[in-house]
């Protein structure tokens, strides 16, 4: 339930901001690491969720856990409705204060189980008349996984969209998982700002997965504590860029640090302003930005082009990426418009990503020549 600020008594007011403080510690970094992504490139390959998997979550009680995944758009993501589980934060007495909400406790099978499949049967068939199915853990026929609504989009033929929207956790600036831990486990690194869970102090009680509003924390069954997308600490302490960044296809991430005024984060966000977080009205002022998709192009009832509006209507956009989205593609139309004309643009420059390297900045190491490769997650 939303609060009423005018009937908050001025203790309410004081415990609020009191509480707020008492976080704060936590949330402290000296730098702040971020990534781009621009919508338009990505193919949906689904290449970062399996190179995030490999690394990260192909041991014991991570199995069903994607900390990188690529949603279709318009679709119920993953888990399933995520963006209507609730979370985040309502904003108070004009930004002072942020009063965590508590939304839903998304479900083992609302992100989609681990399935398995009747390998054995269809081998050793003779007849050669067993096909592959998949199951729940517990037997029963799946009807819910990540991915499980790809490709279905929205819209009317001939004006079918969707476009691809890879997710993971958006290592907040003000992040409601932190808030919502009573053990106090969940913090910012001092030296990145990636938002950790401590896997020693965490004790499984789960409310950073409810006040997550991105819904991007996992239940270990196992180990029963709560893990989520690291952000590659270990990787970005060796100057190497993330799984998901270094082995994306279409050069569609950028890395780097926010204060880093020559990089490409920067320039993007706050220099071009073409990088936008995804449902800022959630409060938690996102470190993942995303260059919003541009269409394709409206056929009328004769099926001519129609330039009058978007194919992918703009209060959509305006829904997942804010009042700003508007400008961003103008932006963006009017500099490729400039490159058509024969002129130069550094945004189009940015975008295109001739060098990969200079995607990743200060993140650049290659891998495999590091002495010693970053270790599976232990701790955080
Ligand atoms: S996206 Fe969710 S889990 Fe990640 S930092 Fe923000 S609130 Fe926490
Ligand atoms: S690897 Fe890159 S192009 Fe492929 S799905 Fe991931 S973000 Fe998109």
């Known amino acids: 339930m939303p609060v009423d600020e005018k009937k908050l008594t001025e203790r309410e007011k004081e415990l609020a901001l009191e509480f707020q403080a008492s976080k704060e510690k936590l949330r402290e970094s000296s730098r702040q690491v971020a990534m781009v992504m621009d919508l338009n490139k990505c193919i949906g390959c689904q290449l970062c969720s399996m190179a995030c998997k490999t690394l990260w979550t192909q041991v014991e009680g991570r199995e069903y856990m994607w900390w990188n995944k690529v949603n279709t758009q318009p679709g119920k993501g993953s888990p399933k409705d995520w963006e209507r589980k609730?979370?985040?934060?309502q904003v108070l007495f004009g930004g002072k204060v942020r009063d965590p909400v508590r939304g839903e406790l998304p479900t083992r099978k609302d992100f989609g189980d681990m399935w398995k499949f009747n390998f054995e049967?269809?081998?050793s068939s003779k007849a050669g008349d067993k096909h592959l199915q998949a199951r729940n853990?517990?037997?029963?026929?799946?009807d819910w996984a990540m991915n499980w609504?790809?490709?279905?989009g929205g819209g009317k033929y001939p004006n079918a969209f969707y476009f691809y929207l890879p997710r993971i956790c958006n290592h907040c600036t003000y992040a409601a998982c932190i808030d919502a831990c009573p053990r106090n486990a969940i913090y910012k690194r001092e030296e990145d700002g990636a938002v950790v869970i401590d896997?020693?102090?965490c004790k499984g009680y789960r409310f950073c997965l409810e006040a997550c509003p991105y819904k991007v924390i996992y239940f270990n069954f196992v180990q029963q504590t709560s893990m989520k997308c690291i952000f590659c600490y270990p990787r970005l302490e060796e100057e190497v860029a993330t799984a998901c960044a270094r082995q994306c296809t279409g050069r569609v991430r950028f890395l780097g640090f926010m204060d880093d005024e020559k990089g490409p984060i920067h320039k993007l966000v706050k220099v071009w302003k073409v990088a936008l977080p995804l449902h800022l009205e959630y409060g938690t002022e996102p470190n993942v930005?995303?260059?919003?998709?541009l269409s394709p192009p409206r056929l009328d009832e004769d099926g001519k082009i129609d330039t009058s509006k978007p194919r992918i209507p703009m209060a959509y956009l305006r829904y997942l990426f804010?009042?700003?989205?508007?400008?961003?593609?103008?932006?963006?139309?009017s500099e490729m418009n400039k490159v058509r004309s024969g002129g130069k643009s550094e945004l189009m420059d940015i975008l295109i990503a001739r060098e990969w390297n200079g995607m990743f900045k200060p993140f650049t190491k290659d891998p495999a020549l590091l002495e010693r490769l970053p270790e599976k997650q232990t701790k955080a």
């Not at 609730?86 to 934060?89: L, V």
């Not at 853990?137 to 799946?142: A, F, K, L, R």
């Open 149 to 152: 609504d790809e490709d279905q």
């Open 289 to 293: 930005f995303y260059v919003p998709p």
């Open 137 to 142: 853990p517990d037997g029963t026929e799946p």
């Open 86 to 89: 609730g979370g985040g934060y």
């Open 121 to 123: 049967e269809v081998f």
């Open 322 to 333: 804010g009042p700003e989205v508007e400008k961003a593609m103008d932006t963006m139309q």
């Open 199 to 201: 896997q020693e102090r």
